[in-house]
Structures are given as C-alpha cells and as structure tokens.
C-alpha cells in the first residue's frame, strides 16, 4: 500500500506542478499590467485586464488559454486532487515506471468531476505548448525568472 500511497503523492504533486505553470503566467501578466499584489492574483485576473488594459499584447492568446478544455481538465484535477485516489489494480509496475490508468472520486456526492479521470501525457505537452506558443510570440522575453 505504502507504493500506492507514493503514487497518489505524486500525481497529486505533478498536477499541481502543471497548473503552477498557468500561475506563473498570471503573475507575469499581472507584473506588467495591473500590478496587484502577488497574492491578489486569481483566476479572473484576465477580466480585469480585458476590463482595464483591453489592448494588452497577449490578451487574446491568454483568453484561449484559459479557455482550452486541457487548462480547464488540469485545473479540476488539481483542485480537487485531495479527492481522489487511486485503486491498487489500476496501477501497472514495470521496474521504475509505473503507469496509472485512472484515479477515482472519493466522494461519491459530487457531481462536479466525473467518477473516474484519466491520466493523460497530453496535459504535460498541454502546457508545454503553452510555454512554447508564448515564448515565440515573445511574452517571455526581458522576464526576471
């Protein structure tokens, strides 16, 4: 059980990691723009600038971001990823790898996320396309890392 338990550490940990990328996004909006306090910055943060600096460069590159099923997949998952776990025989060992099928809904009341979720090496290239559509139009260039 002690591997299984790894396991869900880790997944919950990777998922977090991706959306992390999106947060970092955001505050380097926001450094350039509105100027909020770090802590300040939300998911609406994009309504604000649309309401307050509508021109910004990259707002509409931002806004289908945000909006791609992939951002909004990672999100849930990573939202709500102290509610899920991961069954035993839905974990395949093979020496190093292990390859995890799916994790499962622990609350069997909600209805917000669907009862079993896949785990899908699109959402690491999800946001490493991101990271590389912007980087070629430019949003990072000049940014303190």
């Not at 926001?30 to 604000?48: A, H, M, Y």
Request: aromatic share 12%.
């Amino acid at each position: 059980m002690h591997k299984y338990n790894q396991s869900a550490f880790h997944l919950r940990a990777y998922f977090w990691e991706l959306w992390s990328v999106w947060d970092y996004i955001l505050q380097q909006v926001n450094s350039e723009t509105l100027k909020l306090d770090p802590g300040r910055v939300r998911r609406d943060l994009l309504e604000k600038l649309k309401r307050k600096c509508p021109n910004y460069k990259y707002l509409k590159d931002l806004e289908e971001i945000q909006e791609n099923d992939r951002l909004i997949r990672i999100k849930l998952i990573r939202d709500y990823a102290h509610k899920w776990q991961i069954d035993p025989y839905l974990i395949d060992y093979h020496g190093s790898i292990v390859n995890v099928i799916c994790l499962n809904n622990l609350d069997a009341k909600d209805k917000k996320l669907p009862r079993q979720i896949n785990i899908d090496r699109n959402d690491l290239w999800f946001m490493e396309n991101v990271v590389k559509t912007l980087s070629e139009k430019g949003f990072f260039k000049g940014k303190k890392s």
